[in-house]
């Protein structure tokens, strides 16, 4: 009885001892894999009405996980990123949005809403709001504006809609990935949800060890579905399996075993869709270097740039905007008709600005083209008009693209205003919208 009472200490020391013994490990060495999450958990606390919002008083650097960005964000007593302390002198305008439009990418001076501080309109100087917060949906966005305008008054409100909020590609709806509305519909109906989501965040933001095995979990799922689409990919190959729907893949030639071994050892095999290719209202020229009149990479060394750019070839444009598009979801109209409500009831004016999302809508956009990656922008700007709510558009901006200049005298190009595999807004792209908003801003004499 003795050994099994000194085995079962040992096994309750060794269960106490290992725990305390990574966490003071993580704490100590914080390796950096693992860096960006933890600052991203600083950052962020739980928040009952839209399920996190930010630390108030915080002064963290995010680095980016993949090595892509690095950047210093700073939040006031209400939480609002880069915003300075409410000045009681100054009317306000705030803007409202997600991860884009709270700044992810650069610093907090860099931010396209920072950057609009102090704007002048008409002799009169405006104090912006950074409202925003990564992953809000339009549920988000309704709660986060009742809570604010409730605390000061607003003057106008520029609210920022997502492709996120709404929409989401097929393929990654097949895997299980919902549009932010959608997921805010589940979970906000789901109590066991929301108290097993404030737990979770609560044990993560104080336990590194929780914490890392949160993120380890996560990745190991995310690894198994990209496992589990190659797989599936290969059983397509040799004709073991119809052609995925996620994947969309086959090999240009017959299928089968011995056809699939005889291509992936002796050439290179190419990927094409399953779907019929179709066919585009438009030939597009293949992307040119400037400098050497030839097809390839811009070089940094361009003095003159190309405009409208030429567009690559992966890139589909339509000479038109589409007349017809799928009306809005119910969730999501009925948080647009909160904000709605909202401005009404606060004295405040609501003004839509939709953000050029991807590099493919400015591509379009400077040759006078339409693309079909702006449908969201258009399905929720005609929303807004048809209950009157002014809605601007800043496609019209992409043309002053080819007159902007590095600090070093380069030429910007398109590929400039993105984080390349991040999506956000570069330095330079920030600083392009913020001169963008405050030219469309000084129109609205009936507002300002």
């Given at each position: 009885?003795?050994?099994?009472?000194?085995?079962?200490?040992?096994?309750?020391?060794?269960?106490?001892?290992?725990?305390?013994?990574?966490?003071?490990?993580?704490?100590?060495?914080?390796?950096?894999?693992?860096?960006?999450?933890?600052?991203?958990?600083?950052?962020?606390?739980?928040?009952?009405?839209?399920?996190?919002?930010?630390?108030?008083?915080?002064?963290?650097?995010?680095?980016?996980?993949?090595?892509?960005?690095?950047?210093?964000?700073?939040?006031?007593?209400?939480?609002?990123?880069?915003?300075?302390?409410?000045?009681?002198?100054?009317?306000?305008?705030?803007?409202?949005?997600?991860?884009?439009?709270?700044?992810?990418?650069?610093?907090?001076?860099?931010?396209?809403?920072?950057?609009?501080?102090?704007?002048?309109?008409?002799?009169?100087?405006?104090?912006?709001?950074?409202?925003?917060?990564?992953?809000?949906?339009?549920?988000?966005?309704?709660?986060?504006?009742?809570?604010?305008?409730?605390?000061?008054?607003?003057?106008?409100?520029?609210?920022?809609?997502?492709?996120?909020?709404?929409?989401?590609?097929?393929?990654?709806?097949?895997?299980?990935?919902?549009?932010?509305?959608?997921?805010?519909?589940?979970?906000?109906?789901?109590?066991?949800?929301?108290?097993?989501?404030?737990?979770?965040?609560?044990l993560t933001r104080y336990s590194y060890l929780a914490h890392a095995v949160l993120v380890g979990t996560q990745q190991v799922l995310i690894r198994?579905?990209?496992?589990?689409?190659?797989?599936?990919?290969?059983?397509?190959?040799?004709?073991?399996?119809?052609?995925?729907?996620?994947?969309?893949?086959?090999?240009?030639?017959?299928?089968?075993?011995?056809?699939?071994?005889?291509?992936?050892?002796?050439?290179?095999?190419?990927?094409?869709?399953?779907?019929?290719?179709?066919?585009?209202?438009?030939?597009?020229?293949?992307?040119?270097?400037?400098?050497?009149?030839?097809?390839?990479?811009?070089?940094?060394?361009?003095?003159?740039?190309?405009?409208?750019?030429?567009?690559?070839?992966?890139?589909?444009?339509?000479?038109?905007?589409?007349?017809?598009?799928?009306?809005?979801?119910?969730?999501?109209?009925?948080?647009?008709?909160?904000?709605?409500?909202?401005?009404?009831?606060?004295?405040?004016?609501?003004?839509?600005?939709?953000?050029?999302?991807?590099?493919?809508?400015?591509?379009?956009?400077?040759?006078?083209?339409?693309?079909?990656?702006?449908?969201?922008?258009?399905?929720?700007?005609?929303?807004?008009?048809?209950?009157?709510?002014?809605?601007?558009?800043?496609?019209?901006?992409?043309?002053?693209?080819?007159?902007?200049?590095?600090?070093?005298?380069?030429?910007?190009?398109?590929?400039?205003?993105?984080?390349?595999?991040?999506?956000?807004?570069?330095?330079?792209?920030?600083?392009?919208?913020?001169?963008?908003?405050?030219?469309?801003?000084?129109?609205?004499?009936?507002?300002?």
């Amino acid at each position: 009885m003795s050994f099994i009472r000194n085995r079962l200490r040992l096994l309750l020391l060794l269960s106490i001892a290992i725990p305390v013994g990574l966490e003071c490990a993580l704490r100590l060495f914080q390796p950096a894999a693992f860096t960006y999450y933890r600052s991203l958990k600083e950052l962020h606390i739980s928040h009952p009405d839209y399920l996190v919002a930010l630390t108030p008083h915080a002064d963290i650097i995010l680095k980016d996980n993949k090595g892509l960005w690095e950047g210093r964000f700073r939040t006031n007593s209400l939480g609002m990123r880069g915003s300075r302390e409410l000045d009681p002198q100054q009317e306000k305008i705030a803007c409202l949005g997600d991860s884009m439009v709270m700044g992810f990418g650069v610093s907090d001076q860099d931010a396209f809403c920072t950057l609009l501080d102090n704007l002048e309109i008409r002799g009169k100087r405006y104090q912006t709001l950074n409202l925003a917060v990564d992953a809000f949906g339009s549920r988000g966005y309704a709660k986060r504006l009742d809570e604010v305008s409730a605390q000061t008054r607003l003057k106008a409100v520029l609210l920022f809609v997502s492709p996120n909020d709404y929409t989401m590609p097929e393929a990654l709806r097949a895997r299980g990935i919902l549009a932010d509305d959608e997921n805010d519909e589940i979970r906000f109906n789901d109590p066991a949800y929301l108290r097993m989501f404030r737990w979770r965040f609560t044990l993560t933001r104080y336990s590194y060890l929780a914490h890392a095995v949160l993120v380890g979990t996560q990745q190991v799922l995310i690894r198994a579905q990209l496992l589990q689409r190659n797989l599936r990919t290969e059983l397509v190959k040799m004709g073991l399996q119809d052609c995925d729907p996620v994947t969309n893949a086959y090999m240009p030639y017959e299928p089968g075993i011995w056809n699939w071994i005889r291509f992936a050892f002796y050439r290179s095999p190419s990927v094409a869709t399953c779907k019929v290719k179709s066919q585009q209202t438009d030939k597009l020229p293949q992307p040119v270097d400037i400098a050497n009149n030839s097809p390839g990479r811009r070089s940094p060394e361009t003095k003159t740039n190309q405009c409208p750019a030429a567009i690559p070839a992966t890139i589909r444009c339509l000479t038109e905007e589409p007349a017809a598009l799928a009306p809005l979801e119910e969730s999501t109209i009925r948080y647009y008709s909160k904000m709605i409500e909202l401005s009404q009831k606060r004295g405040f004016t609501l003004i839509v600005a939709p953000l050029p999302i991807q590099d493919q809508t400015l591509y379009c956009s400077q040759a006078g083209l339409y693309s079909p990656l702006y449908d969201y922008a258009l399905r929720a700007g005609k929303w807004f008009q048809a209950h009157n709510a002014i809605v601007l558009d800043l496609r019209n901006y992409t043309k002053e693209i080819c007159s902007m200049r590095h600090a070093d005298g380069r030429l910007v190009s398109i590929a400039d205003i993105y984080i390349q595999g991040d999506g956000h807004y570069t330095v330079t792209g920030n600083h392009w919208i913020a001169r963008a908003l405050a030219s469309e801003l000084k129109k609205l004499h009936h507002v300002f």
